[in-house]
């Protein structure tokens, strides 16, 4: 059986003292987080250097801000270096017979594939459309669908076997079988509230949740260092609810459900943060590297899966409050337009430009201001987050 460094180590123990810290969950988080970080660092150079020898250039439309016309040409598709710091970081520390990190890894990497096809037709094939926004959205549905019709189950029982026993119960009661509490739509700040849904009902919401933050994402990097710190923030925050939410304990005390499981979720987290923090290091103000659809669509998917296993998929809306404002941003921009051009036979627009972070660009503002401030917001928000944990 093949075991990860973490759990090999583990086996060490009896005649190791020193080895048995590896047990701990803490410790494999901040292995997990120190690994990542330097992967990140380490390679992140290399990574760079061949994105320039491929010409793997950063295009920028005729349209965009006269500002960011000397972007040209910075190499993108970096966030490749993000997923694989991940994806290395997380197998060497986490427990591989946890199914849900599984799960994460999926949706992070199959979201990662579209971003990877999108920003290789864009930047190599000089396709400016890149992946169509209709094969980009089936495939997304795809993954999404998928995963959300296995958490239904997996979140309500304890182990595969018997979440394929209670997929084949939910056939046979004609598909109206109840699931447990812990399967509803938690409501915070108010003391075990959770609305029901039934499985159409958890898969639509999650279907929602993970193609919604991955796509919010995407729409928010479009400054250095923009996106990628939000990012890191979110995930770092949702890492603490995955691993209160994994404790008997813990759980117990905050009114919150008990997940089996989940706590693992927590060296994932980790791992983004140390190598969303190595990125930024190459990323920031001005960027030598830019992540690409490829890591956008991965990141913002990955934060949506985990918000749906840990059940705070309203937490994670107000915790990436940036992501849901620049979402909303572009289809208010999109759908004015569209209406004003229908009823007035011209389009106009509610924005200077969209998403958000541009229209504050337009007003004056220097790109670093504009990205320091959503920084300082999304911090506000995660700890309104993290608040919600013990105000109900």
Excluded at 325 to 339: C, R
Aim: glycine share 10%; hydrophobic share 55%.
């Amino acid at each position: 059986m093949l075991l990860s460094l973490a759990a090999w180590l583990q086996t060490l123990s009896p005649e190791f003292g020193f080895f048995r810290v590896f047990q701990y969950l803490t410790f494999r988080a901040v292995m997990a987080a120190m690994t990542a970080l330097v992967i990140g660092i380490a390679f992140g150079p290399w990574v760079i250097r061949r994105l320039t020898a491929l010409k793997i250039g950063q295009p920028v439309r005729g349209y965009a801000m006269q500002s960011h016309l000397v972007k040209s040409g910075t190499p993108t598709m970096g966030g490749v270096l993000i997923l694989l710091s991940i994806a290395i970081s997380t197998l060497l520390w986490f427990d591989w017979s946890n199914r849900f990190v599984w799960v994460v890894m999926v949706v992070t990497f199959g979201f990662g594939a579209i971003g990877w096809v999108d920003d290789w037709r864009k930047v190599v094939n000089k396709d400016p459309e890149g992946m169509r926004s209709r094969e980009k959205y089936f495939w997304q549905s795809v993954i999404g669908l998928v995963a959300a019709f296995y958490l239904v189950f997996s979140i309500s029982e304890a182990s595969n076997a018997r979440v394929w026993a209670l997929f084949v119960n939910w056939v046979g009661s004609g598909f109206s079988i109840d699931l447990p509490p812990a399967a509803g739509l938690l409501v915070p700040f108010f003391k075990e509230i959770s609305y029901p849904l039934g499985v159409l009902g958890f898969v639509v919401l999650s279907y929602l949740v993970i193609v919604g933050a991955s796509n919010a994402v995407n729409l928010t990097d479009g400054l250095d260092g923009l996106a990628i710190m939000p990012v890191i923030l979110v995930g770092s925050a949702l890492g603490v609810f995955a691993y209160v939410t994994g404790n008997t304990v813990y759980a117990r005390y905050l009114l919150i459900p008990h997940i089996p499981g989940t706590g693992e979720l927590l060296i994932f987290c980790a791992a983004l943060a140390g190598a969303g923090l190595a990125f930024l290091w190459f990323n920031a103000h001005p960027a030598q590297v830019f992540m690409g659809d490829v890591g956008a669509l991965a990141l913002g998917g990955a934060l949506g899966t985990i918000a749906v296993i840990v059940r705070q998929e309203i937490v994670l809306a107000i915790m990436g409050g940036i992501f849901v404002v620049e979402a909303l941003s572009v289809i208010a921009q999109v759908g004015w337009f569209k209406y004003t051009k229908r009823r007035y036979g011209e389009g106009r627009r509610l924005l200077k430009m969209a998403p958000l972070h541009h229209h504050f660009e337009k007003n004056g503002w220097a790109e670093t201001k504009v990205v320091v401030r959503f920084w300082i917001i999304t911090m506000l928000l995660c700890l309104v987050g993290l608040s919600s944990l013990k105000l109900r």
